[in-house]
């Protein structure tokens, strides 16, 4: 079945310095979701990407779909302490866009 | 955003009992509602698809008598564990696909512990 793969598991960074945290899927995706889940709580949907090569902007926040549909990345500008949770990426489990399988998530730490 | 509504939030049992978890989408309504479980530090696996009016659709390795799963409204899912164990000791969380069955809206998930 589908495999969505994410990297790294964990990263710990100094608040100020950025962050990135990849996807990828071993099929072509119709679109991929990224998802924040903080401790103790519930993911959190945050952006959908859906278009080949689109990149997309939320503040510090920067996400982007692989030309081939296949891989995705979400990269963080000076992070900062509210930044700290796990972080998902999510594909359509199979055709269609619904249910989603998960990549397994990258926790970030934050160091003030 | 739409809204998600899952309960109980905890639940603590003892082994051999039955827990039910409810999930509700508060405004708008859900043909189809997911239930995922998470453990600890871990991702979310999804176990079964809640289809409004007709049978769950069970993912590989999940016991359907054992995890049974009612959609008998659109706006409500519910999902008992039967006879819980230890190891089933987890995180379930119900989600709810919003608009053109896109991104989940997810409910803010059950921590069952068996003892």
């Known amino acids: 079945g589908q495999q969505v793969m994410q990297i790294p598991q964990y990263q710990h960074v100094q608040e100020g310095e950025d962050f990135t945290t990849y996807c990828n899927s071993s099929t072509t995706l119709s679109n991929i979701q990224w998802y924040k889940q903080r401790p103790g709580g519930h993911p959190v949907f945050l952006i959908q990407?859906?278009?080949?090569?689109e990149v997309k902007k939320q503040k510090r926040l920067t996400f982007q779909f692989g030309e081939a549909k296949k891989n995705s990345s979400l990269h963080i500008t000076a992070t900062q302490t509210t930044d700290v949770g796990t972080y998902f990426c999510?594909?359509?489990?199979?055709?269609?866009?619904?249910?989603?399988?998960f990549g397994k998530g990258t926790r970030l730490s934050v160091i003030a | 955003g739409a809204v998600v509504s899952q309960h109980p939030s905890r639940v603590i049992c003892k082994s051999g009992t039955s827990v039910k978890i409810e999930c509700r989408s508060l405004d708008f309504q859900a043909t189809t509602m997911f239930w995922y479980r998470q453990f600890p530090k871990q991702s979310l696996m999804l176990m079964a698809t809640s289809n409004e009016g007709s049978k769950a659709t069970y993912e590989q390795g999940v016991e359907k008598d054992k995890f049974l799963i009612n959609h008998a409204s659109l706006t409500l899912s519910t999902l008992t564990v039967t006879s819980a164990h230890p190891e089933d000791s987890s995180f379930y969380i119900c989600?709810?696909?919003?608009?053109?069955?896109?991104?989940?809206?997810f409910g803010s998930g059950t921590q069952l512990s068996v003892l």
């Open positions: 990407l859906v278009k080949s090569g």
């Open positions: 999510a594909g359509p489990f199979k055709s269609g866009n619904t249910p989603l399988v």
């Open positions: 989600s709810a696909a919003g608009g053109n069955n896109e991104k989940l809206f």
